[in-house]
T-cell receptor
Framework: GAGVSQSPSNKVTEKGKDVELRCDPI?????LYWYRQSLGQGLEFLIY????????KSGLPSDRFSAERTGGSVSTLTIQRTEQRDSAMYRC?????????????FGPGTRLTVT | SQQGEEDPQALSIQEGENATMNCSYK?????LQWYRQNSGRGLVHLIL?????REKHSGRLRVTLDTSKKSSSLLITASRAADTASYFC??????????????FGKGTKLSVIP
């Protein structure tokens, strides 16, 4: 079946512009996660959604970052007034549910470059 | 296919004991990372070891890397009940055209009994 998909695969934007990154999780997965990865570094947790519960936003680095998940499926990560330090690979993952220790399936990522 | 494979799949120990988890992979890597996942929440990055390093420590964590055997181990010393979680290794490898791919194994479920 289809895995997690993300779009766009690459995004180049000018400093100060807003960007939206999209994630389509695996159908039926109730948990969705956003991470950020700088080159050669580990994943940095940003935000996680579980069903209709309030999202865990504890990893968002600033109030310029926000995310929503509509209809319990597709999620959009928005970065407002982008800065060069926002340049990274943004990865989305989904899992069957978050109540137990379920494997996360990762999308291919969106590489964001802020010039 | 999964690059990293952890073993054991599940491990149950008493509080205070050491826990050792292993990870094997198949291709050349740039670095190898270990993560923890608590109760289905987001992955937490624990430690990263580069391909030219053999051992790294962070608090009660000790990671080794043997590139000749394409394997790594994570040792948690003096375990605590709060260490109960799933532990994943992930390999960061060059995938061509200037990009790197992070590939996760299926994880080891660690239970630390108080």
């Amino acid at each position: 079946g289809a895995g997690v998909s993300q779009s766009p695969s690459n995004k180049v934007t000018e400093k100060g512009k807003d960007v939206e990154l999209r994630c389509d999780p695996i159908s039926g997965h109730t948990a969705l996660y956003w991470y950020r990865q700088s080159l050669g570094q580990g994943l940095e947790f940003l935000i996680y959604f579980q069903g209709n519960s309030a999202p865990d936003k504890s990893g968002l680095p600033s109030d310029r970052f926000s995310a929503e998940r509509t209809g319990g499926s597709v999620s959009t990560l928005t970065i407002q007034r982008t800065e060069q330090r926002d340049s990274a690979m943004y990865r989305c993952a989904s899992s069957l549910e978050a109540g137990g220790l379920y494997e996360q399936y990762f999308g291919p990522g969106t590489r964001l470059t802020v010039t | 296919s999964q690059q990293g494979e952890e073993d054991p799949q599940a491990l149950s120990i008493q509080e205070g004991e050491n826990a050792t988890m292993n990870c094997s992979y198949k291709t050349s890597i740039n670095n190898l990372q270990w993560y923890r996942q608590n109760s289905g929440r987001g992955l937490v990055h624990l430690i990263l070891i580069r391909s030219n390093e053999r051992e790294k420590h962070s608090g009660r964590l000790r990671v080794t890397l043997d590139t000749s055997k394409k394997s790594s181990s994570l040792l948690i010393t003096a375990s605590r009940a709060a260490d109960t979680a799933s532990y994943f290794c992930a390999t960061d490898a060059y995938s061509g055209a200037g990009s790197y791919q992070l590939t996760f194994g299926k994880g080891t479920k660690l239970s630390v009994i108080p």
